[in-house]
């Protein structure tokens, strides 16, 4: 974990950021831990499986791992290649996929992909390839294969045909972001999404970084957010997540917080 603060929008609750040990863009992934018993309802206009890359030749030993854990897990080919598939307790979807590179430790290196629960897959992939610029892989029976033209070649996957609406609940996905340099670039961005017809929100201040929201045509909540000015803006590197971190706007709570969220098990 690299940092543990509240929801800007919902001060009630945790919202806890995981990523590798600088916090690098590209590997965060974050929760909001609700203290509610209502399993969400998988579906459209939702983010569905999140996929992990590892080093070449690890996937034996990911199994391995797995398997002494008790957690079920099945291969198979859902970004392209083998994809080790498993949930975790919540039953939020996730996978595991080779690198094209092997490395001395078998460690996650990153976010591979995720699948995108489009109502209107067809509108999506016109925002991925027209105006985001990524490159179409491949089109079959069950799905729209993208990768993002960066150098981390990310890949997004688009079901077909799609599913029922969903649901917000326990084991679900709200959003997924997209990464931009700094603010300038970002209000480019926002600027650009407006003249396509989307309804973009302002730009909001989140300490770590600053995004912009939208629902794109097939009702998945993209956030483009800037990479600056990260995560160790108030905590050292070598100690981020180790400590409850507040906002300004909401410091002078700190002693209510502290008495009121659930103490973390870390």
């Known amino acids: 974990m690299v940092k543990q603060t509240v929801n800007f929008d919902d001060s009630g609750v945790y919202h806890l950021y995981f990523a590798d040990y600088d916090g690098t863009p590209g590997t965060v992934i974050t929760f909001f831990n609700w203290m ?12 569905g499986r999140i996929g992990f890359r590892i080093p070449k030749g690890s996937m034996s030993e990911w199994q391995q791992h797995f398997d002494k854990l008790n957690i079920s897990t099945k291969i198979s080919q859902l970004f392209g290649q083998d994809t080790l598939e498993f949930d975790d307790v919540h039953g939020l979807e996730l996978a595991l996929i080779e690198d094209d590179t092997a490395r001395e430790n078998h460690e996650i290196i990153g976010f591979h992909g995720a699948v995108l629960l489009s109502s209107d897959p067809d509108g999506t992939k016109e925002l991925l390839v027209r105006t985001m610029g990524l490159n179409q892989l ?4 069950r799905n729209y294969h993208f ?104 410091e002078d709570r700190r002693t209510q917080f502290e008495k009121e969220l659930p103490k973390l098990d870390l």
């Open 36 to 47: 509610v018993d209502r399993p969400g309802q998988k579906g459209s206009g939702q983010v």
């Open 138 to 141: 491949d089109i079959n029976d």
């Open 147 to 250: 990768e993002t033209a960066g150098e981390e070649k990310h890949h997004i996957i688009t079901e077909i045909p799609p599913s029922p609406r969903g649901r917000f609940g326990i084991g679900t996905v709200h959003h997924i972001a997209w990464s931009l340099p700094e603010l300038s670039m970002l209000e480019e961005w926002q600027g650009l999404l407006r003249d396509k017809g989307f309804a973009v929100t302002e730009v909001r201040d989140r300490n770590y970084f600053k995004s912009i929201y939208l629902s794109e045509r097939g009702d998945v909540v993209f956030e483009f957010a800037t990479d600056e000015p990260g995560f160790d803006v108030d905590e050292d590197k070598s100690e981020l997540g180790t400590s409850l971190q507040l906002p300004p706007q909401y």
